[in-house]
């Protein structure tokens, strides 16, 4: 599925919406006044597409284990969603559970996505969230959401805001291989960018889009920093 990573480095108008600062409102009543951005994405579906967004929690696609994540993201259609054209499917509760093992979508590797497990739920419960265009919905880094396929005669878009606390480190150790076993080629991409001079442009986007962090964020971030500079250089 097309996805826009970041929109808000393509249209900086998009810094100052409506949406963004009633998004940051939920996130810090849900997680409290510490929440910060951490992530953005826009998905299109376009007319008559037939992909399922697969099951995952969000909290898969991240690539340090070592720390603990309290994450939301809030969903918003640019469209009325029904499950005709691709509204958000959740499992009730999951949020409540811990990570369940995922695996890139029919084992290929270079696709971005991630598939939870489905032998470990019951996909027969699931809860359809249909919304009007400006309506949102959120989920936590462990609900497990899917959405269906587009069978409408127009595109279903979606921009998503995800906010965090600062990230922090896990007494225990705990491991992601889904994530160590894919090489999706967006990523490879993004790599290939930072190798060439993206970096310095990526942390200081980082710091452009971040509000104030106290210092377990900062030192979240560093060590994210410090992990694409190596990267970079491979
Ligand atoms: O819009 C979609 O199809 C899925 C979005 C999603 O999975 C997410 O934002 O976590």
């Known amino acids: 599925l097309p996805q826009l990573l970041y929109p808000v480095n393509y249209a900086p108008e998009l810094r100052d919406t409506l949406f963004r600062r009633n998004a940051l ?3 810090r009543s849900l997680l409290g006044p510490e929440a910060r951005p951490a992530f953005e994405h826009a998905v299109l579906k376009p007319a008559g597409h037939g992909a399922t967004t697969p099951w995952h929690q969000d909290e898969a696609h991240r690539f340090d284990p070592d720390f ?3 994450q939301v993201s809030v969903w918003m259609p640019l469209q009325d969603v029904d499950q005709s054209n691709g509204c958000m499917l959740y499992m009730a509760g999951s949020h409540q559970e811990g990570l369940i093992r995922h695996k890139s979508p029919k084992d290929d590797p270079a696709v971005y996505a991630l598939e939870a497990d489905r032998a470990l739920f019951d996909e ?8 009007k265009a400006g309506e949102c919905v959120v989920h936590s880094g462990r609900t497990l959401h899917s959405a269906g396929p587009n069978r409408g005669e127009t595109e279903r878009i979606a921009y998503v805001l995800a906010f965090e606390l600062p990230p922090k480190p896990r ?8 994530n160590v076993e894919r090489h999706p080629a967006a990523l490879e991409r993004r790599r290939d960018w930072r190798r060439r001079g993206g970096f310095i442009v990526e942390v200081l986007r980082r710091f ?3 509000l104030p962090s106290n210092p377990l964020g900062l030192w979240y971030d560093a060590r994210i920093a410090l992990r694409a500079w190596l990267r970079r250089s491979r």
């Open 208 to 210: 452009r889009n971040r």
């Open 171 to 178: 007494g225990t150790h705990r491991e992601f291989r889904w």
């Open 25 to 27: 409102a939920i996130a």
């Open 68 to 70: 603990d994540y309290e």
């Open 124 to 131: 027969s419960q699931a809860v359809a969230c249909p919304l």
